[in-house]
């Protein structure tokens, strides 16, 4: 349903020495790369270039065969990010800030209620869906984000750090949701600090000093092919 | 601690600076108010007394002494000794009634004023020597004409004395020292005008001769006088109750010595004066009260804004350990610096700008506006600071992950529930008070408008939330993200509600105050255009009123810039009267239903048709005619005509007349162009009136060379001839003898009759056409006017208006070139005017002149309005127009210090929106519907709380101060409030957009081919 390559990309902020160098990954759909590293290795530039946020200096990001970059003036649900802080409005509710999403997305408004709805009940949120965002806790903040990002059915998703709040019970039930949503057919690529959650994982893909060196596969396809 | 401050206020300068700036426009503002307000009483004071007339500010004291007192040696010092109180200039005199015996040659005497009174030489204009001796005089000059005397001849004046024989004349030879006109008879120095008399070509009262002080010893039945005319400046600082008391104990003082006194003018002045205090006093002090509560609320939601953008700082030095007074001492540094400093600059800037908008002080009012300035800007900063404090405080009690918290934390405010309550409750009864007291509320009811205005804002900001809620929801439903989050921010971020109310509030006083001023202005300008009549009134001397008609009408062929009027006074049971050319009453300024319908149709009813004229061009008339007395005395016809340019009299005399008819001739050059016929008088060959029974007839009346008439008038038809139409005149008989045209003197059989032996051309409808207001004809007699000074004439109620253009509510209208002839032989000058309009051109002046008439005075519209804008009322208007422009002026440092602190924020979010789909056009509707939004509910709330608030301030409108009530107040328009709500939505709107270009340019920087660091947006995000 949705793969993404990336080849060779090297990222760099203004004129400064490049945050990525040379890194190459492929993920194909249904499955779930792990993008780990120490703070500032760069897991958020290269899940944002993923998303075609950012420009690569040099190589490509690909998502199913098409250029990341520039990323789409409507992004569509083809590849959803879901960011670090969340990125929720604090005026809105749970179940709203999920539903103007949607719309914003062109789903019906009655559909993207029921997706809201189904998304919130699924990460365990049917009792605070009607509470502003502000009301929520940090965990709860994180699993509306996702819930959001997920009820989008992108065929790539990347979730940046998303579990750090989250307590043990809640990080399962993500992980999981994740896998099914691998299994749907997405490619899910979830940077994290978290061992446990980068084991749950196909394939792990560590930064370190901007560049990547693959822990349990290759960060080819045909690594991630192996694991699988 | 110092360093870490000083950083602090650096990296926070935008809050800082807009602090300090709100802190400035506090501090000068109100300490510019109370020197503004006690400037304005003094100047109303002195205002209210210059315009008042003369008798206005006079005290008069007149003492006849009769043979029990004995008259001091120094009359004058010992009647100024008795009582002359500070700052009235005081003018003592002596007059006594007295003839002027004419020359031996001639018989009779006129009846004179014998005067006395200090200072005199110098307000007058003298052809030869102030009078210094007792034996000197000084006549007026139309009286020295009269009597053909001047400086240096011997006259004699003629009084009475009386002894145990009785009363006797004594004749006292004088010489005349000098002929005199006074310099300005409007001088206050004239007093009640009592002794300007017939030299000034007034009414016909009696001249005044003037002696010196000595020479009234001559006299007996001596009235003495003490004028005492009070200085306006004055009534800068003097206390009205103060000086109404001393006034008092001074005039029973000289009662006590037999005085007559007067001052019931200077006391009603006086009260006028009060009140118009106390209406200044009213108008700036709720305006003070005003400007005090919008600076407090404008420091107290910027200084939390600037709280809840260092709490941040509280909760980390919390974090790390740091003593929590220590960070809470250096975060309230940051917000007590900018706000003292802003503050304690406004004092001097504010007592300057006071000194430059309200002018001197006089007296030791000054100190008191000083101290007065210091109490309110240290009351607000007291204010400021108890706010800053309190929301410090909050800090304290606050959790570190509140403190952290990016942005305001929603709480439950029970405290500004009740306050709220509290206020709408003080406005149900503010209201109720205005309602049931009316103009004459105090306390409370004073701040009613302001009050309504405040409840109705915060009623809505209860009631908006909910709607937005409401809409939120209604907009998911209907696809609308955009307005959703748009309705979703307004309804639910924190903080928003506050500046909505302020915004709200700031807009309904700024609304209520220019609708109050709007309305106030109309109200003064609908006075003075009925007062004034036009927009320049100019006072002139004409020969007569034709003279007057033809000047204008050459001044001004078209019509458009000038009207001839002839105002006569009210007359016995007769009203005022305006004899208008009405051909030009479009020159009236603001036309008026109230006049009697629309111009063209008042000026129809009063010119009917246009007048049958007999003209004659010519340079020598010629008439057939005969003429006997049964006494034999020669008869002679005076044919009268008028040039039609110039509107000259042309005389024309034929005669002696015999009994058969013959052609006389006489030369009439000034015919050349033109001439009206206006009538014929029977004369005899002596000064003797001819006799009864005398009869002329005219056959032909013609030009010698030429002749032109109207087609319809023929000269020796009886019917084109009426008498004169006085009540008393008995005029000739009128008959047709043949083709001739007969006049027949009639036997003057009833005392109650004079006879008038003039006949005129019926050329003007009879009765003449009226329209009048508050005036009702005798349901039995004839009904009769006096629009021209002379007897009154028959006239035919054709309209009746509510009010006349400068009259007022009674008077009439008649049309001055009709008055004219059925009046011809008007002689009296009193109130000839030229009323010009505002579109008259600048030479319009020198052109009347330059037609033969003399600008006596000029009344302005502008000279009118000036002096109801020197009014109380007028006053406080002003100020509550600059209190609101104040107002917004603050709320833009509101609305810059509240979208500093939270648009950050929102354009985080709104940047993470736009990842997860929504696009450019929906995030721009987000990113700046959202404040806009707010300016523009609380533009909207605001102007409907201004004008319900504008409402209730009409029932406390306290009118003029002088009673003045022709006509209603003005209603309240709408225009006023549109005018703010645009330009507030402009203001606010430019704030709010320049500090998102602002934000928005600070976002996109860098992220030109990429962003320039980890944490910055990416082009992406920042589109």
Redesign the interface.
């Known amino acids: 349903m949705g793969s993404i390559s990336v080849d060779r990309l090297t990222v ?3 004129n400064a020495v490049p ?1 990525l160098r040379d890194v190459s990954v492929d993920v194909p759909e249904g499955r779930i790369l792990a993008v780990t590293g120490w703070s ?1 290795a760069g897991k ?2 290269l899940l ?1 270039a993923m ?5 690569p ?1 040099e190589g490509t990001v690909t998502v199913d065969g098409a250029p990341a970059w ?2 789409q ?5 083809s590849v959803v ?1 879901i ?1 670090q ?8 509710t749970a179940v ?1 800030n999920i ?3 949607l ?3 062109q789903i ?2 009655g559909e ?2 029921r997706l809201a709805l189904h998304w919130l009940e699924r990460l365990g949120l049917s009792a605070q869906r009607d509470q ?1 965002v ?2 929520l806790s940090g965990g709860q903040q994180q699993r509306t984000a996702i819930a ?2 997920l009820a ?1 059915q992108g065929s790539v998703v990347l979730a940046d750090e998303v579990l750090s709040e989250l307590d043990a019970a809640s990080r399962g039930m993500v992980l999981e949701t994740f896998r099914e949503e691998a299994n749907r057919g997405a490619a899910v690529i979830l940077a994290t600090h978290d061992a446990e959650a980068a084991a749950f994982c196909d394939a792990e893909l560590q930064l370190t000093g901007g560049t990547a060196r693959p822990r349990r596969s290759s960060t080819r396809l045909i690594g991630m092919e192996m694991v699988s | 601690m110092w360093d870490v401050i000083r950083s602090a206020l650096v990296a926070r300068r935008g809050q800082a600076l807009i602090l300090l700036a709100i802190a400035w426009l506090a501090g000068t503002a109100l300490a510019a108010a109370p020197w503004y307000a006690v400037s304005a009483r003094q100047q109303v004071g002195v205002a209210t007394a210059e315009r008042a007339a003369a008798p206005e500010r006079l005290v008069s004291a007149a003492w006849r002494p009769d043979s029990s007192h004995q008259v001091p040696d120094a009359p004058v010092e010992a009647i100024r000794d008795l009582f002359t109180p500070a700052g009235f200039t005081s003018v003592v005199g002596a007059k006594a009634e007295a003839e002027l015996l004419l020359r031996p040659t001639e018989d009779g005497s006129i009846s004179i004023t014998v005067a006395f009174r200090e200072g005199v030489c110098g307000r007058l204009v003298l052809i030869g020597e102030c009078a210094s001796a007792p034996d000197e005089v000084m006549l007026p000059a139309a009286l020295a004409d009269e009597v053909d005397v001047g400086s240096g001849d011997e006259i004699a004046i003629e009084h009475f004395e009386r002894d145990a024989s009785g009363v006797r004349p004594v004749a006292v030879p004088v010489t005349v020292s000098g002929v005199y006109a006074t310099v300005d008879p409007r001088d206050p120095y004239w007093a009640d005008a009592a002794l300007l008399g017939a030299g000034e070509n007034r009414e016909p009262d009696r001249a005044t001769v003037f002696v010196a002080a000595p020479a009234m010893r001559d006299y007996q039945d001596v009235t003495y006088t003490h004028d005492l005319t009070i200085d306006p400046s004055l009534l800068a600082t003097a206390d009205v109750d103060r000086l109404n008391s001393d006034l008092g104990a001074g005039l029973d003082e000289l009662r006590r010595h037999d005085f007559e006194v007067g001052a019931a003018g200077l006391y009603a002045l006086l009260e006028r004066v009060d009140r118009e205090r106390r209406n200044v006093v009213t108008g700036v002090g709720v305006g003070v009260l005003l400007l005090v509560g919008l600076t407090w609320s404008a420091l107290v939601v910027v200084v939390r804004e600037a709280a809840l953008q260092t709490q941040a700082d509280v909760g980390w030095w919390r974090l790390h350990g740091a003593p929590a007074g220590r960070g809470w001492f250096v975060v309230l540094v940051q917000g007590v610096a900018p706000l003292t400093a802003g503050a304690v600059a406004g004092v001097p800037c504010g007592l300057i700008l006071g000194r430059v908008l309200g002018g001197r002080i006089d007296g030791d009012d000054g100190r008191m506006a000083t101290l007065l300035a210091m109490v309110l800007v240290g009351a607000t900063l007291a204010g400021g600071l108890f706010a800053m404090v309190a929301a410090q405080l909050r800090t304290l009690r606050m959790p570190v992950r509140d403190l952290l ?1 990016q ?1 305001a ?2 709480r439950r405010r029970w405290l500004r529930s009740m306050a709220e309550i509290v206020l709408i409750a003080l406005a149900a009864g503010a209201v109720g008070q205005a309602v049931t007291v009316g103009s004459d509320a105090h306390g409370l009811a004073l701040l009613a408008p302001a009050l309504t205005s405040a409840a109705l804002v915060v009623m809505a900001s209860w009631i908006i939330p909910r709607v937005l809620r409401w809409l ?1 929801s209604r907009a ?6 955009a307005l ?2 748009v309705a ?2 307004l ?3 924190p903080g928003t509600r506050r500046v909505f109310t302020l915004a709200g509030v700031v807009v309904a006083v700024l609304t209520t105050a220019l609708v109050g001023y709007d309305v106030n202005e109309r109200t003064e300008a609908d006075r003075a255009a009925l007062e004034a009549g036009a927009d320049r009134v100019v006072s002139v001397l004409a020969d007569d009123p034709a003279h007057l008609l033809s000047a204008v009408r050459m001044a001004d062929p078209d019509g458009t810039s000038a009207m001839a009027v002839v105002e006569q006074p009210t007359t016995g049971d007769m009203p005022p009267v305006l004899a208008v050319d009405s051909t030009r009453l479009a020159v009236v300024t603001g036309w008026r239903a109230e006049y009697g319908g629309a111009v063209d149709e008042l000026a129809a009813v009063l010119r009917p048709q246009e007048p049958d004229v007999t003209v004659l061009r010519t340079e020598r008339i010629r008439v057939d005619a005969a003429g006997r007395s049964p006494s034999r005395t020669a008869l002679y016809a005076s044919v009268t005509l008028r040039e039609q340019e110039s509107g000259e009299p042309v005389q024309a005399v034929f005669g002696p007349l015999r009994q058969t008819p013959e052609t006389y001739t006489a030369g009439t050059p000034e015919c050349a162009s033109g001439c009206r016929l206006v009538g014929v008088e029977v004369l005899a060959d002596d000064s003797e009136p001819p006799p009864s029974g005398a009869w002329v007839e005219i056959h032909r009346v013609s030009g010698g060379d030429q002749q032109q008439s109207s087609a319809s008038a023929s000269p020796t038809d009886p019917a084109r001839w009426r008498p004169a139409l006085g009540p008393r005149d008995l005029g000739p008989l009128i008959s047709a003898a043949g083709p001739a045209l007969r006049l027949r003197i009639p036997d003057a059989s009833s005392a109650a009759l004079s006879r008038n032996d003039q006949v005129f051309v019926a050329d003007a409808p009879a009765p003449l056409p009226v329209v009048t207001a508050g005036w009702h004809p005798p349901s039995v007699a004839e009904p009769r006017l006096a629009p021209l000074s002379g007897p009154p004439v028959p006239v035919r109620p054709a309209a009746t208006a509510s009010l006349i253009p400068r009259l007022g509510e009674t008077g009439a209208v008649v049309d001055l070139e009709y008055a004219e002839r059925q009046q011809p032989a008007t002689v009296g000058q009193g109130g000839f005017q030229v009323w010009v309009s505002s579109s008259a051109h600048p030479a319009i002046l020198e052109e009347l002149e330059a037609a033969g008439l003399t600008v006596l005075e000029e009344e302005t519209l502008s000279d009118h309005l000036g002096r109801l804008a020197a009014s109380g009322s007028a006053v406080g208007a002003r100020f509550a127009v600059v209190v609101g422009i104040i107002g917004v002026v603050l709320l833009v440092g509101v609305l810059l210090a509240y979208a500093i602190r939270e648009r950050p ?1 929102r354009r ?2 709104w ?3 736009r ?6 056009k ?1 995030r721009r509707v987000v990113e700046h519907g959202g404040l806009f939004a707010a300016v523009g509910a609380a533009v909207v709330v605001g102007s409907v709380a201004g004008l319900a608030a504008a409402a209730v301030g009409q029932l406390l409108r306290p009118g003029f101060v002088d009673g003045w009530s022709v006509l209603s107040t003005s209603p309240v328009r709408p225009i006023p409030a549109l005018i703010v709500a645009a330009t507030a939505a402009a203001v606010l709107g430019a704030a709010a957009w320049s500090v998102d270009v602002a934000l928005v340019r600070r976002t996109r920087a ?1 992220s030109v ?6 944490g ?1 947006a ?1 082009p ?2 920042a589109a």
Not at chain 1, 85 to 92: E, V
Not at chain 2, 476 to 481: D, I, S, V
């Open positions: 760099a902020y203004g945050v500032g958020t530039t944002r998303a075609g946020l950012l420009p200096r520039p990323r003036r409507r992004p569509g649900r990010i960011p802080d969340n990125g929720l409005l604090t005026a809105l709203e539903e103007a999403v719309i914003a997305n019906r408004p993207a209620r502003v502000e009301e959001r990002g989008l | 918290h942005g934390v929603r939120t998911l439903r209907g696809g609308r993200p959703a989050l979703a921010n309804a639910r971020l924020f985080a979010e940047a993470a929106l990842i997860q789909g929504l696009s450019v929906q860098g081919g990429g962003p320039a660091s980890p910055a990416t992406w995000e």
